[in-house]
């Protein structure tokens, strides 16, 4: 059991909002709010002298954001559990959010109750993502791992073999060839050949 409250700092760029999730912590005896910033260069600013053990974090402010807010922190504080809370659940923010290791997801419709066990479970680097991202990220997964046959074409892509070749010596046609590769570029998130065997290589997939 901890001796001292967890150590809470909060980041987002609307006071109305500050003030209304420090009233959520306020009366509890195993959180404390230690500090309160506007924007990611001020929470950068403030972390050191804060010393928080957890980090509510806004993703869209203006100057640095929650993103890059979150890469600097984990890059010079690696010990602080940052918590991602937002109004923003696009497949662009919580995989930008997701990729830089932050502990928890929620939005900010989260129950007060929701709030306070994140932060406790953060700072035991438990995660706790909302349901509705969760279900996201099972979509995302779908979305962007391609299917065995089709990286199977992308490795025969990799290795120089054009259309025609990829269909000789996979039994199947040219016409079938470019599905496979339309999909692959479609997962992958880019347009070509060449960006797509860079990218597959980069992710371990080839």
């Known amino acids: 059991m901890r001796e001292h409250p967890l150590r809470l700092m909060i980041v987002d760029d609307h ?3 500050r003030d209304g999730l420090r009233g959520m912590f306020e009366g509890l005896s195993d959180i404390e709010v230690v500090a309160e910033a506007g924007d990611g260069h001020e929470a950068l600013a403030m972390a050191d002298s804060a010393r928080p053990d957890v980090v509510l974090m806004d993703l869209r402010m203006p100057g640095l954001d929650g993103v890059g807010a979150i890469r600097r922190l984990r890059a010079d504080r690696p010990e602080i559990r940052v918590i991602v809370l937002t109004t923003y659940d696009s497949d662009e923010d919580v995989s930008r959010a997701l990729a830089h290791g932050v502990v928890g997801y929620l939005l900010k419709d989260a129950p007060r109750e929701d709030l306070h066990r994140a932060v406790r479970t953060a700072a035991q680097d438990r995660p706790m993502i909302a349901p509705s991202i969760t279900s996201k990220l099972l979509g ?3 979305q962007v ?3 065995p046959r089709e990286l199977e ?3 025969l ?3 120089g073999a054009g259309n025609k070749e990829i269909a000789r010596r996979l039994l199947i046609s040219e ?3 470019k599905t496979h590769l339309r999909h692959v570029f479609g997962k992958l998130g880019v347009d070509n050949r060449a960006a797509a065997v ?8 080839i």
């Open 15 to 17: 006071p109305v909002v």
């Open 140 to 142: 995302l997964r779908e």
């Open 145 to 147: 791992e391609p299917s």
């Open 153 to 155: 074409v992308l490795r």
């Open 157 to 159: 892509v990799a290795a």
């Open 175 to 177: 016409t079938t060839v």
């Open 198 to 205: 860079v990218t597959a290589m980069k992710r371990g997939l």
